[in-house]
């Protein structure tokens, strides 16, 4: 699928500090415009860039007729679950998360989920199936028993702690504090600007207090998973909506040794969850035509697009490196 490449990739210092797990792996639609522009020219000599690795894809594998080089996690994968097993979760809000719970708790009580080599999802599956790949608890905890089900009491007392955050789902309390992003400057001819900054403000500092702050908190684009990141993983993962993340300890060292950011800063999941790949869409304008919509793969090792869509495509890259505004090419392994 890809041609492993000892490569590196220059973003800005300190974009590792600006994106959460929850980015690359929950929300995408909305937060994918931003990479149209991720193949602009940086100045070569860039002073304040960090190294990522990158993976280039080849343009005639979806293709060709002969199996091409393997997905750059397959190796050790193998070697660590060496079942050819996966599932596949669907999209559709809370009802499509309320499904993956019971189908992960099944495959988990029959002894099927240790064998389950790879975990893919979009959407409401994602909401669950993203919690589930980072908890650092155990599965009964977060799935729930097996308790059989009282109609009259499976919304006041769901079974497991990623159930309850489905139950307290509803967007409503978190997408408000959205809102201050989203104010013009004036209402009514009345100039509100400094009234917007103060929200912003205080916004802010109830966040910081309360220990849920967001990165780049002014982006409008990233709305969407600053929502979904306060639903789905504070609660459950600590610090996951904020901190970066890894496949696991040996990349998390690596990452932090090319970034400069500690190995404590990223979050990786347990030894014993399958490799997770959320899929999903990025809309490109196309003219008067109907957009043209390509796919995304999020994973905790990397993130990109796999078949090339004109300059946007063929590459993957490591997930903190992903969604920057700029990546400055270095040589023909590096970028």
Same mark, same amino acid.
């Given at each position: 699928?890809?041609?492993?490449?000892?490569?590196?990739?220059?973003?800005?210092?300190?974009?590792?500090? *600006?994106? !959460?797990?929850?980015?690359?792996?929950?929300?995408?639609?909305?937060?994918?415009?931003?990479?149209?522009?991720?193949?602009?020219?940086?100045?070569?000599?860039?002073?304040?860039?960090?190294?990522?690795?990158?993976?280039?894809?080849?343009?005639?594998?979806?293709?060709?007729?002969?199996?091409?080089?393997?997905?750059?996690?397959?190796? #050790?994968?193998?070697?660590?679950?060496? +079942?050819?097993?996966?599932?596949?979760?669907?999209?559709?809000?809370?009802?499509?998360?309320?499904?993956?719970?019971?189908?992960?708790?099944?495959?988990?009580?029959?002894?099927?989920?240790?064998?389950?080599?790879?975990?893919?999802?979009?959407?409401?599956?994602?909401? &669950?199936?993203?919690? +589930?790949?980072?908890?650092?608890?155990?599965?009964?905890?977060?799935?729930?028993?097996?308790?059989?089900?009282? $109609?009259?009491?499976?919304?006041?007392?769901?079974?497991?702690?990623?159930? %309850? #955050?489905?139950?307290?789902?509803?967007?409503?309390?978190?997408?408000?504090? %959205?809102?201050?992003?989203?104010?013009?400057?004036?209402?009514?001819?009345?100039?509100?600007?400094?009234?917007? *900054?103060?929200?912003?403000?205080?916004?802010?500092?109830?966040? *910081?207090?309360?220990?849920?702050?967001?990165?780049?908190?002014?982006?409008?684009?990233?709305?969407? &998973?600053?929502?979904?990141?306060?639903? +789905?993983?504070?609660?459950?993962?600590?610090?996951?909506?904020?901190?970066?993340?890894?496949?696991?300890?040996?990349?998390?060292?690596?990452?932090?040794?090319?970034?400069?950011?500690?190995?404590?800063?990223?979050? +990786?999941?347990?030894?014993?969850?399958?490799?997770?790949?959320?899929?999903?869409?990025?809309? *490109?304008?196309?003219?008067?035509?109907? $957009?043209?919509?390509?796919?995304?793969?999020?994973?905790?090792?990397?993130?990109?697009?796999?078949?090339?869509?004109?300059?946007?495509?063929?590459?993957?890259?490591?997930?903190?490196?992903?969604?920057?505004?700029?990546?400055? !090419?270095?040589? %023909?392994?590096?970028?």
């Amino acid at each position: 699928m890809s041609r492993d490449v000892n490569a590196g990739a220059k973003a800005p210092a300190g974009a590792g500090a *600006k994106a !959460p797990a929850l980015r690359g792996v929950v929300v995408v639609a909305l937060a994918l415009t931003a990479s149209i522009v991720t193949f602009a020219q940086s100045p070569t000599s860039c002073q304040s860039c960090v190294e990522a690795r990158f993976w280039e894809v080849s343009p005639t594998f979806w293709n060709s007729t002969t199996e091409g080089p393997v997905a750059p996690e397959r190796p #050790r994968l193998d070697a660590m679950r060496p +079942f050819d097993v996966g599932v596949a979760f669907s999209g559709g809000g809370t009802r499509s998360a309320s499904a993956t719970i019971g189908q992960l708790r099944a495959l988990n009580r029959n002894g099927w989920l240790a064998r389950v080599r790879y975990v893919t999802a979009v959407s409401g599956g994602s909401w &669950a199936a993203v919690p +589930f790949t980072y908890y650092p608890g155990g599965l009964t905890e977060l799935l729930g028993d097996d308790r059989p089900l009282d $109609p009259a009491t499976i919304e006041t007392v769901p079974a497991g702690l990623l159930a %309850e #955050r489905v139950v307290n789902s509803g967007l409503g309390h978190v997408g408000l504090q %959205e809102v201050p992003s989203f104010l013009p400057d004036s209402i009514a001819g009345l100039d509100i600007a400094q009234a917007r *900054k103060v929200l912003v403000m205080a916004r802010a500092a109830a966040r *910081k207090i309360r220990k849920r702050d967001v990165t780049e908190p002014d982006r409008q684009n990233k709305t969407y &998973a600053h929502m979904l990141g306060q639903i +789905f993983l504070d609660r459950l993962v600590p610090d996951g909506n904020r901190r970066l993340y890894a496949w696991d300890r040996e990349t998390a060292i690596e990452m932090s040794q090319a970034s400069g950011r500690p190995a404590g800063d990223f979050i +990786f999941p347990p030894p014993d969850r399958p490799f997770l790949i959320v899929g999903g869409t990025l809309v *490109k304008l196309n003219g008067d035509d109907y $957009p043209r919509l390509i796919p995304v793969e999020y994973t905790p090792l990397y993130t990109g697009v796999r078949q090339r869509f004109g300059l946007i495509g063929g590459t993957y890259l490591w997930p903190w490196a992903y969604d920057r505004l700029y990546v400055a !090419p270095r040589s %023909e392994t590096r970028v």
